[in-house]
């Protein structure tokens, strides 16, 4: 189980790489989001997959009986899926309010700060 959640994870990370690599804008995005959820999984996987018991410690006992489930990957992931949706929303409108603006979404032409008909500006001084 964990050998093929972690190939999952590397494969997520040649996507979402790949992807962010691109000059398109939504395709971008899309490698963010990829990326995120392949830390997600990857914090998933390292906070042991199989477990036997919940981590509920009785009143009698100072330890838990065997391996138990660690709630700290969970928590992390969770908080991580929250705030990953709300920047990619952040950045999905951003990409709207840019493509509406400048009519592309070629980073290649998206090149307000400097125009292609000036001269470029100095590389030295």
């Known amino acids: 189980m964990e050998t093929a959640l972690s ?11 790949y992807l962010m690599l691109s000059k398109h804008i939504i395709r971008v995005l899309l490698g ?21 018991t919940p981590p509920i410690i009785s009143e009698s006992a100072y330890l838990p009986a065997g391996a138990t489930a660690n709630p700290l990957p969970q928590a992390l992931i969770l908080t991580a899926i929250v705030i990953s949706f709300s920047f990619f929303a952040f950045l999905l409108v951003l990409a709207y309010r ?10 290649g032409r998206m090149r307000l700060a ?3 008909s000036e001269n470029p500006p100095p590389m030295g001084y």
């Open 7 to 17: 190939l999952t994870v590397g494969l997520f990370f040649i996507a979402g790489i």
């Open 32 to 52: 963010i989001v990829l990326f995120g959820n392949a830390v997600n999984l990857l914090i998933f996987t390292a906070g042991r997959v199989a477990s036997k």
């Open 98 to 107: 840019a493509y509406n603006d400048l009519g592309t979404d070629d980073t």
């Open 114 to 116: 400097e125009p292609e």
